[in-house]
């Protein structure tokens, strides 16, 4: 078999992997993603962004990002601010309870995945998953 096909199942398997992974901890903490969730978690990491620029981040029409900011204002999850570089536009940052509650989550999982290492992986395991790790971080 030849070096580029290899490297190619390898990718697909850990594309899956990662995949199967994701989804499984999500289902199993009940912290299953939402367009919503997506939302927040882009301004947990951007801080304060445009409806227009959430939209184009999220891959979605401006009206359809509108109505997601709307509902997730409803929930006191997001604010709308001035924009420090142009007065006259708004931008949407997150409430104190909307960083709560993906802290939480966050959290929920990271205390799932802690306890299935705990119950399935043995030392050589655990060495190997931190080698595993050290190679996905070269990744990205």
């Known amino acids: 078999m030849s070096t580029e096909n290899e490297t190619q199942q390898l990718a ?3 594309r ?23 939302t927040l978690d882009l301004l947990d990491s951007h801080d304060a962004l445009s409806i227009a620029d959430l939209a184009r ?5 401006h009206q359809s990002m509108r109505l997601v900011i709307n509902e997730l204002e409803a929930q006191d999850l997001v604010l709308r601010q001035k924009s420090a570089q ?12 909307a960083r709560a509650a993906l802290a939480a989550a966050r959290q929920q999982r990271a205390d799932w995945l802690a306890a299935r290492i705990n119950q399935t992986l043995d030392q050589q395991d655990r060495d190997d998953l931190q080698k595993g790790l050290a190679a996905l971080r070269k990744l990205l």
Do not use: C, F, P, W
């Open 16 to 38: 899956k992997m990662v995949s199967h992974l994701v989804r499984n901890v999500r289902v199993s903490t009940a912290t299953v993603r939402t367009s919503q969730y997506e």
């Open 12 to 14: 697909e398997e850990l």
């Open 86 to 97: 142009d007065a006259r536009a708004q931008v949407i940052v997150l409430s104190d309870q």
């Open 57 to 61: 981040l999220r891959g979605v029409k």
